[in-house]
């Protein structure tokens, strides 16, 4: 579970996220990005309708959330992200939306230490 303060909660946090960001997409889902001076990493999530019903977009946001939570302990510096599921991720194992977001912050992380 993110606590409070490693939470994305406003419209225009998300939005800035998304538009002055980097980018980056796998087959299940993409992680946008943008790097802060404030130490906590804030994390958000975008799961819509199309991924499945509640039950299924809930599970999703779960996971999505434990495996930033676990991402997060490895990256140094500050950053806002938005975690992006895609109509595959409900489909796919657990284990291709790990290895998924896994590359994607890897990617992600090598993007904004260059920026």
Do not use: C, Y
């Not at 909660?9 to 960001?21: E, H, K, L, M, P």
């Not at 819509?48 to 434990?66: D, E, F, Y």
């Not at 510096?77 to 896994?102: C, E, H, I, K, N």
């Amino acid at each position: 579970m993110l606590p409070a303060a490693a939470r994305l909660r406003s419209s225009d946090d998300f939005r800035a996220t998304v538009r002055r960001g980097v980018r980056v997409g796998r087959e299940t889902l993409v992680v946008h990005a943008r790097r802060t001076d404030q130490p906590p990493i804030r994390a958000g999530f975008v799961v819509s309708k199309a991924i499945g019903n509640a039950v299924t977009r809930n599970r999703v946001k779960r996971q999505l959330r434990h495996l930033v939570a676990e991402s997060t302990r490895s990256t140094t510096f500050g950053m806002d992200v938005v975690v992006r599921a895609l109509p595959p991720a409900s489909r796919r194992p657990a284990a291709a939306l790990r290895s998924d977001l896994r590359s994607a912050w890897a990617q992600t992380v090598e993007r904004l230490e260059a920026a």
